[in-house]
């Protein structure tokens, strides 16, 4: 347990001094995206490379895997069951993007320190990166691509309606595909399997930049995670999607490490220690590439941007609370 709080308390230092560098503005006004871009670019998929090509190849492809995917489309649905009755007026597209910011979580720039920190190892979050970018992702987008194209053929408010084209299915796939394969944490993921299962490793040199250029990713994300809280206002008075921002949230923080904890417990048999991973990895709040979604797609934004200040928020303390029970 001291461990755990340890680990965490190394996460807060630096999320704090983000914070405090935010507030003092002394890296600019642009210090957040340059830094994420940073990692997300440049460190991360060197971490991941550099991890997964030093790691049980079947550990990263098994159980977790299958917790991650199961425990987050589940919740998913969960939601936008809830929504349908709960929040009526709402579109598909902006219950999706709640069901999202429920399921969803930021298994980058928290999972990997959280994994590295608290849990004793980075690669411990890649089943749940993989997860999120090759499989949940070309889903959302696929069905963001239809219902956004649905309703914008459905919408009677405008003066002067015009048809729009729907997105072709092989357009939307193709689009997918792309987005997949130049995606930076996917091409340093999979460079890190293949390196595993062939034993093949860069020379010394090489090897030492990677490893230099890795370090910068945990402290990079936690300082951009800082900065990103500077000015954020949750729940607004002119909001009115509270009760999605709350019901989101709560299944969140609660419904989905619970689910994580009765499959990695009861359908899969785990050991503790991949039981309490688990359960970690799906307490994390929610992805911020939810929010950007939204933005891309231009609905369900206030849900997104609420739901990913709440969790954050609340998800530590609530990871601490998971560490003090399974731990």
Known sequence: ???????????????????????????????????????????????????????????ILGPQLWVAAISAFTVLVVYLVISRFVIPAGTWSERFIGGMSSSMVNSANLGIPISAYVLGNPAWSAPVILFQLAIYTPIYVLVLDTLTDREQRTDRS?????????????????????????????????????????????????????????????????LAFGLSLVGSKPLEKDSRRRSAVLIGSALKLVLHPALAWVLAQFVFGMDPVHVFTAVVLASLPTAQNVFVAASRYNTGIVVSRDTVFITTIAAIPATILIAVLLA
Do not use: C
């Open 1 to 59: 347990m001291a461990e755990v709080i340890s680990g965490f308390t190394v996460i807060w230092v630096i999320i704090l001094v983000g914070y405090l560098v935010g507030k003092t503005r002394v890296l600019g006004p642009q210090a957040q995206q340059v830094l994420s871009r940073t990692a997300f670019f440049v460190a991360n998929p060197a971490l991941l490379f550099k991890t997964l090509s030093e790691s049980d190849i079947s550990v």
């Open 158 to 222: 405008s003066t002067a309606p015009r048809k729009v084209r729907p997105t072709g299915f092989l357009t939307v796939m193709a689009r997918m595909l792309v987005s997949i394969v130049k995606n930076p944490m996917i091409i340093g993921s999979g460079l890190g399997i293949i390196s595993a299962l062939t034993d093949i490793h860069f020379p010394g040199p090489i090897d030492e930049s990677i490893t230099l250029i890795a370090g910068a990713s945990i402290p990079a994300m936690l």
